[in-house]
T-cell receptor, first 114, second 111 residues
Framework: EAQVTQNPRYLITVTGKKLTVTCSQN?????MSWYRQDPGLGLRQIYY???????DKGDVPEGYKVSRKEKRNFPLILESPSPNQTSLYFC?????????????FGPGTRLTVT | QQQVKQSPQSLIVQKGGIPIINCAYE??????FPWYQQFPGKGPALLIA?????SEKKEGRFTISFNKSAKQFSLHIMDSQPGDSATYFC??????????FGSGTRLQVQP
């Protein structure tokens, strides 16, 4: 089954404790992206990757890091989480290398930072 | 700066009604306009999409109307059903950049 998986699905952590949210896709897509979803703001792009070892900032990159060492994986790293990073996070992938066209979303990771 | 403005924030209709969700954009370079549907606890999924060379696209009960001169597009759901209750996001992109999403509309279809 073609899918995007994220882990964990739910995470409660404390300010300053480094965490990683994993994302993996099995569709051989070049393009992968991370979004955060907040009420009234829709989905905002954090970082994206057009291929292995190619990453770039989206609209709200502050406080986040990413890496793309393998085509199928695109982890999101919060090195020192803060309460304003409490949000619902989605990973997505797309066949189109530029991110246009249909994007396939993972099930989401709900993060709470206290 | 929000490049895609979506309204209304929430919408309640009766079963069989025709909810309409509107979006307006600013960037005339946008050339792809999808709508995503999101159910509670799930990620968004592509519902229907249009390119600016056509004014309307229908897929089943879902229709996109596109007005290039006004820089607006809208989603119509014909004969709405309780199973259509979800959050709907419009979005836009150029061929070279990622999607810019609207703020979302929470639709509730009452039985």
């Amino acid at each position: 089954e073609a899918q995007v998986t994220q882990n964990p699905r739910y995470l409660i952590t404390v300010t300053g404790k480094k965490l990683t949210v994993t994302c993996s896709q099995n569709m051989n897509h070049e393009y992968m992206s991370w979004y955060r979803q907040d009420p009234g703001l829709g989905l905002r792009q954090i970082y994206y990757s057009m291929n292995v070892e190619v990453t770039d900032k989206g609209d709200v990159p502050e406080g986040y890091k990413v890496s793309r060492k393998e085509k199928r994986n695109f982890p999101l790293i919060l090195e020192s989480p803060s309460p304003n990073q409490t949000s619902l996070y989605f990973c997505a992938s797309s066949k189109a290398g530029t991110g246009g066209g249909e994007q396939y979303f993972g099930p989401g990771t709900r993060l709470t930072v206290t | 700066q929000q490049q895609v403005k979506q309204s209304p924030q929430s919408l309640i209709v009766q079963k069989g009604g025709i909810p309409i969700i509107n979006c307006a954009y600013e960037n005339t370079a946008f050339d792809y306009f999808p709508w995503y549907q999101q159910f509670p606890g799930k990620g968004p999924a592509l519902l229907i999409a249009i390119r600016p060379d056509v004014s309307e696209k229908k897929e089943g009960r879902f229709t996109i109307s596109f007005n290039k001169s006004a820089k607006q597009f809208s989603l119509h759901i014909m004969d709405s059903q309780p199973g259509d209750s979800a959050t709907y996001f419009c979005a836009a992109s150029t061929g070279r950049r990622a999607l810019t999403f609207g703020s979302g509309t929470r639709l509730q279809v009452q039985p």
